[in-house]
């Protein structure tokens, strides 16, 4: 099982469509927990959050590393709102997570639409953790450091009405 960290930067409806996205994922296993991440405050965030069962944590900038903390599992899988695991995606990320150690650390999922200048900055990227990562959670609390990423069949969007 994985937890999945979404850094909310869009508001509760960009939230909302990421967290109904993992739906499948819940019931097929993959998804143990959720954990939103906002730099602020908020009492729709909070609302939305406790109605899917998931932890609230502000946090500055929507820090990877805080939800990192509040995760219950090892593995975690980080989105923006508003970002959409396209079909096939449980499949991908529950097989390397049964076959990969931490010292692995770092999975990127691959985005659609990218664009010339997204794909160069993929062909090129450092081990930064960002989203559409699947990370170990030692990783994101420096415990251990990230190899190369590993390129996941997996494909990610964002919502077109989120940018």
Request: proline share 4%.
């Amino acid at each position: 099982m994985i937890t999945v960290l979404v850094r909310v930067t869009h508001g509760p409806e960009a939230l909302a469509a990421t967290l109904s996205a993992l739906v499948p994922a819940v019931a097929e296993g993959l998804v143990g927990d959720a954990v939103i991440l906002t730099d602020k405050q908020d009492d729709t965030l909070m609302k939305v959050a406790d109605a899917a069962g998931a932890t609230l944590v502000v946090a500055e900038r929507g820090s990877w590393m805080e939800g990192a903390r509040a995760a219950r599992r090892d593995w975690l899988l980080c989105l923006d709102d508003g970002d959409i695991p396209q079909e096939g995606w449980i499949r991908v990320l529950d097989r390397f997570v049964a076959l990969s150690k931490p010292e692995q650390g770092l999975a990127r999922m691959r985005r659609r639409r990218a664009g010339v200048a997204r794909a160069l900055t993929n062909l090129f990227a450092d081990v930064k953790v960002r989203a559409g990562d699947l990370v170990h959670r030692r990783v994101l609390l420096n415990e251990v450091r990230a190899r190369m990423p590993v390129r996941l069949s997996a494909t990610i969007e964002r919502d077109p009405v989120f940018g």
